[in-house]
């Protein structure tokens, strides 16, 4: 069975760095893109950032372009996304996403989520 | 940048057809998907590549894009179709993935 596991979340200060880790089972990460998104409480769905599948091209939102980073650990079938430079609007729920792949090809399509890790930034 | 625009609220009775509403320019031209995230869950990809269904979702759930406006249309609503519903594109642009604000779905 394919899932998503994230973890790593909690209570950070503001200026803080936290790293969410995100665990594949049922297939191989690598073969696939993979992405955050983030939703803050009661609010909408927010696309933060993709890692393709050949392990360094990536793309940001502009709200985290400079203050997050995108990587995998293939040996671990895992995704990371390290946060620095926390601010209060940071906080939400964070959810780890598989891309629809294809014949070879990926798309900007969420086939599987995890269940999220929760970010609260605040002094 | 690009812009969905969803009205916050839906409502309709069971048994009968909800229609939501996903706005953007020219989104005709873009491959529109949907999901749908129940409370306190991870969201759900329902419809994709505009009109087609992943595995397990129900025929009830279909979707349609022309012009400036995508549409999910889930016919005979159930109770368990209670639910906040994204539309999302890819905007070649950017390369920025974009969420519509959601709208939430009452079932009467």
């Known amino acids: 069975e394919v899932s998503l596991v994230e973890s790593g979340g909690g209570l950070i200060q503001p200026g803080g760095s936290l790293r969410l880790s995100c665990v594949a089972s049922g297939f191989t990460s690598t073969n696939y893109w993979m992405h955050w998104v983030r939703q803050a409480p009661g609010e909408g769905l927010v696309w933060v950032s993709r890692?393709?599948?050949?392990?360094?091209?990536?793309g940001y939102a502009d709200s985290v372009r400079g203050r997050f980073t995108i990587s995998r650990d293939s040996a671990r079938n895992t995704l990371h996304l390290q946060m620095s430079g926390l601010r209060a609007e940071d906080t939400a729920v964070y959810y780890c996403?598989?891309?629809?792949?294809?014949?070879?090809?990926?798309?900007?399509?969420?086939?599987?989520w995890g269940q999220g890790t929760p970010v609260t930034v605040s002094s | 940048s690009y812009v969905l625009t969803q009205p916050p609220s839906v409502s309709v009775a069971p048994g009968q057809t909800a229609r939501i509403p996903c706005g953007g320019d020219n989104i005709g031209n873009k491959n529109v998907h949907w999901y749908q995230q129940k409370s306190g869950q991870a969201p759900l990809l329902v419809v994709y590549?505009?009109?087609d269904r992943p595995s397990g979702i129900p025929e009830r759930f279909s979707g349609s894009n022309s012009g400036n406006t995508a549409t999910l249309t889930i016919s005979r609503v159930e109770a368990g179709d209670e639910a906040d519903y994204y539309c999302q594109v890819w905007d070649f642009n950017t390369d920025h993935v974009v969420f519509g604000g959601g709208t939430e779905l009452t079932v009467l």
């Open positions: 996403a598989r891309s629809y792949c294809s014949g070879g090809s990926c798309y900007h399509t969420f086939d599987t």
């Open positions: 590549d505009d009109s």
């Open positions: 890692i393709q599948n050949d392990g360094y091209t990536t």
